[in-house]
């Protein structure tokens, strides 16, 4: 989860219309010498500067299909001097003439399967690059960027995704945070997979997604090479990059997978508590398996960033970066919980736009609420009666829709609890023999894909025989805080505050 959407980047996402029709409006006819209409093909067009998402119409791009980044970098901790090369391995969707990318430093230049490419800045965030020679639907791309800049102080509207810290960097963020190291093809619905290569000073350690293919190379000018690889396609703001000093504990987790764990040497007296949850990751993906589906990645772990790192969590791809507040009153396995329900919930099964918000947030926010169950410190019901009480009909949260937020509130309270407290009451619909098939059969359905509200409403009455077009519309769509029926509203008028209550509040607290 994010917690730091701005109202500056909700507006920067129209500074382009949405998507744009590809190809030529119509096709020229001609005559031939025996009288019959002779039809001319069209002429490549250009790939849309944006993929039409109710949202953020101008993210991602249209025309082409990525398969593969190969981002080889090299970093300066001293400068925030960042440079490389992105090699983007994809395939055209669409006759093209030109297509464009999603991404913000300088650069120097663009090659399309070996021919040099004349490219040039349009609206916020393209890189519109027009194709040396015509690109037929079908056809692979090899495209070759190289570029430097110093990402922290690339700012869109004020803004960066890129932090800078006193030994390094991390770029970690939600929706956006490709635009300030690779080239991409920007949204969930183009999924990829990563080599991520980084060179950095000799001492200055590295993470990213994946596992290492191969230790770190010794290069020469005393420098070090890093190199991480996510095999099992992912959305590009899902990749990451954690530079600094971080002391690395790898381990075997009960399926036989890699499990890294990594710790800003910043924390001082955080560490102990940072280290008693992370290191629960392999335990916690274990018994999430057995609620929702088999773990759809083939690596575990978390990052602990440094104390002048992020003030959120982020359910990075294989590995959750976390920043320094979770820990400041203690251990917490929740906020753990919660980024690891996002593996299978958002990384594995990921929005087809980004007003279904509510399958990443609410389903790993009701991830905490199970866990709750499993420890003894208060059942989903007693934490739903709370989390209802805790908000009076008055409040602003009940005019939030987490089927439908807005930009500017994609990751506003409601998206979390009132999305929690839907599936809740899925829950009590359905009865638990139904509800806990729905799960699996969710993750199942779009393993490595993407899904919508709507899709996930006829699974669960594909499975439950129901209809539950109500329950969803006052739930996810209708503005005010929903009536429960009497033993219900009896029960919630004035709960009993769970022993995991706190601990819930600070995992969504940063």
């Keep these: 989860m994010r917690r730091v959407l701005t109202a500056a980047i909700a507006a920067l996402t129209v500074t382009t219309a949405g ?5 030529a409006p119509g096709h020229a006819a001609a005559r031939s010498g025996w009288g019959r209409p002779v039809v001319a093909p069209a002429a490549p067009g250009p790939g849309s500067p944006g993929l039409g998402d109710s ?3 101008d993210y991602g791009n249209g025309g082409y299909d990525v398969d593969h980044y190969d981002i080889r970098l090299r970093y300066e901790p001293a400068t925030d001097q960042l440079s490389g090369t992105t090699t983007i391995l994809a395939r055209a969707t669409q006759d093209l003439s030109r297509f464009n990318l999603d991404f913000l430093l300088g650069v120097q230049s663009v090659k399309v399967n070996g021919w040099t490419a004349a490219f040039a800045r349009e609206g916020v965030h393209e890189l519109a690059i027009t194709a040396p020679r015509p ?4 056809q692979s791309l090899t495209i070759v960027v190289t570029y430097a800049g110093v990402p922290s102080q690339t700012r869109v509207n004020g803004y960066t995704s890129w932090t800078r810290t006193a030994d390094g960097a991390l770029a970690v963020n939600e929706p956006e945070s490709a635009w300030w190291w690779y080239p991409s093809n ?14 950095v000073p000799t001492g200055v350690e590295v993470i990213s997604n994946g596992v290492q293919p191969r230790p770190p190379l010794a290069e020469s000018g005393n420098r070090t090479r890093w190199g991480w690889r996510s095999a099992i396609p992912g959305a590009t703001y899902l990749a990451f990059l954690a530079i600094g000093q971080y002391d690395i504990v790898t381990d075997t987790a009960p399926s036989g ?6 710790y800003s040497t910043t924390l001082g007296t955080l560490r102990p508590a940072a280290r008693a949850s992370i290191e629960r990751t392999a335990e916690i993906v274990d018994w999430g398996s057995g609620i929702f589906g088999p773990y759809p990645f083939e690596a575990q772990g978390g990052v602990a960033g440094p104390i002048d790192g992020i003030g959120f969590a982020l359910e990075t791809q294989t590995r959750s970066v976390y920043g320094p507040g979770f820990w400041r009153r203690g251990s917490n396995t929740y906020v753990v919980v919660h980024e690891n329900a996002h593996q299978w919930f958002g990384n594995s099964v ?5 007003s279904d918000i509510w399958l990443n947030e609410g389903f ?3 991830a905490e609420w199970l866990w709750s169950e499993e420890q003894g410190e208060g059942t989903a019901q007693e934490v739903f009666d709370f989390t209802y009480a805790s908000y009076p009909a008055d409040d602003q949260f009940w005019q939030v829709l987490p089927g439908d937020p807005g930009p500017d509130d994609v990751f506003d309270d ?3 609890d009132r999305g929690a407290m839907t599936l809740h009451q899925l829950r009590l619909a359905v009865g638990d023999e139904a509800f806990f098939r729905i799960l699996p059969a969710w993750t199942a359905a779009h393993r490595h894909g993407n899904g919508t509200i709507e899709q996930f409403q006829a699974l669960a009455e594909q499975i439950s025989g129901k209809d539950l077009d109500a329950l969803f519309t006052t739930w996810l769509f209708t503005k005010g805080r929903p009536e429960l029926p009497g033993a219900s509203a009896a029960r919630a008028a004035a709960p009993a505050e769970p022993k995991s209550w706190a601990k819930i509040r600070e995992a969504h607290a940063h």
């Design 414 to 416: 409601a998206v979390y």
């Design 186 to 199: 920007d949204h969930p619905l183009d999924k990829a997979t990563w080599d991520v290569s980084v060179s």
């Design 55 to 57: 949202y953020f119409p």
């Design 19 to 23: 998507a744009v029709a590809a190809g």
């Design 350 to 354: 990921s929005v087809t736009d980004w």
């Design 364 to 366: 790993a926010s009701y």
């Design 257 to 262: 997978q890699p499990v890294v764990n990594a």
């Design 135 to 138: 690109i037929v639907a079908g």
